[in-house]
C-alpha cells in the first residue's frame, strides 16, 4: 500500500534535549511538508521541501530542522530552542507537477515535553 | 493574501438530518479550494477540491461544497448526517501551489 507513514505515534522527552520525528512516503511525491497542529487551531507549516537536498521555511520554523537527503525521506528534528514543542505533527506530501499541489497526509506524531 | 474564515467552531446535528459547514476565503483572485477532514489523533483526508472547473463539488462519503464567488463562500453540505462523520472539519486555501493555508477548524457532533 502507497501513503505516508511518521514514526512514533507519541513521543515523550525531557525539556532541553533534541527530538527527531520521522516521515517516510512511498508516493514518489516530488514536496514534502511538515506541520504543527495545537488544539482549537489549524495546521501551520514548519518547513517545506520541493525536490532532494532543499527546502523553505514556512510560518513557524523557529526551533526546528529538517533535512531531504532522500526523495522518500523528511525527518523534522524539534530543537530545545523551540520554547513550546508540545504538539501534534503532521507530515505530508503532494505531486510538485500537478497544477494544484494536492496534499496528503501522514498519521501523524504526538510529542510532549516535561 | 488568501485566508479563510470557518464561521462556527462547533457545530452539532441529529444523524439523518443535513449537515452544513460554512466557510468564507478571502483572495484577490480566483483560489483552489479545500476541504480536509481529521478524525481525532488521525492526519487528515482530503473531502473534496475547488480548482475553477464546476462550481460544485462532490467529494467522498457523500459530502459536497459550492463555490459561490459573489458571496466568497465554500461551504460543505451533506444531505444526511451519519455517526461515522464525527470529525474535525477543515476549510483550506492554497495560496501558491506548494503552500496551503488552514482555517481554524469546525468539531461536528452527531447526536444520536
Known amino acids: 500500500d502507497g501513503g505516508i507513514t511518521q514514526s512514533p505515534k507519541y513521543l515523550f522527552r525531557k525539556e532541553g534535549q533534541n527530538v527527531t520525528l520521522s516521515c517516510e512516503q512511498n508516493?514518489?511525491?516530488?514536496?514534502m511538508y511538515w506541520y504543527r497542529q495545537d488544539p482549537g487551531q489549524g495546521l501551520r507549516l514548519i518547513y517545506y521541501?520541493?525536490?532532494?537536498?532543499?527546502?523553505q521555511k514556512g510560518d513557524i520554523a523557529e526551533g526546528y530542522s529538517v533535512s531531504r537527503e532522500k526523495k522518500e525521506s523528511f525527518p523534522l528534528t524539534v530543537t530545545s530552542a523551540q520554547k513550546n514543542p508540545t504538539a501534534f505533527y503532521l507530515c505530508?506530501?503532494?505531486?510538485?507537477?500537478?497544477?494544484?499541489?494536492?496534499?496528503?497526509f501522514g498519521p501523524g506524531t504526538r510529542l510532549t515535553v516535561t | 493574501a488568501q485566508s479563510v474564515t470557518q464561521l462556527d467552531s462547533h457545530v452539532s446535528v441529529s444523524e439523518g438530518t443535513p449537515v452544513l459547514l460554512r466557510c468564507n476565503y478571502s483572495?484577490?483572485?480566483?483560489?483552489?479550494l479545500f476541504w480536509y477532514v481529521q478524525h481525532p489523533n488521525k492526519g487528515l483526508q482530503l473531502l473534496l477540491k475547488y480548482t475553477s472547473a464546476a462550481t460544485l463539488v462532490k467529494g467522498i462519503n457523500g459530502f459536497e461544497a459550492e463555490f459561490k464567488k459573489s458571496e466568497t463562500s465554500f461551504h460543505l453540505t451533506k444531505p444526511s448526517a451519519h455517526m461515522s462523520d464525527a470529525a474535525e472539519y477543515f476549510c483550506?486555501?492554497?495560496?501558491?501551489?506548494?503552500?496551503?493555508?488552514f482555517g481554524t477548524g469546525t468539531r461536528l457532533t452527531i447526536i444520536p
Open positions: 483550506v486555501v492554497s495560496p501558491e501551489r506548494e503552500k496551503l493555508t
Open positions: 505530508a506530501s503532494s505531486i510538485a507537477r500537478l497544477a494544484v499541489y494536492e496534499q496528503y
Open positions: 521541501s520541493q525536490i532532494v537536498n532543499d527546502f
Open positions: 483572495s484577490s483572485y480566483s483560489p483552489s
Open positions: 508516493l514518489n511525491h516530488d514536496a
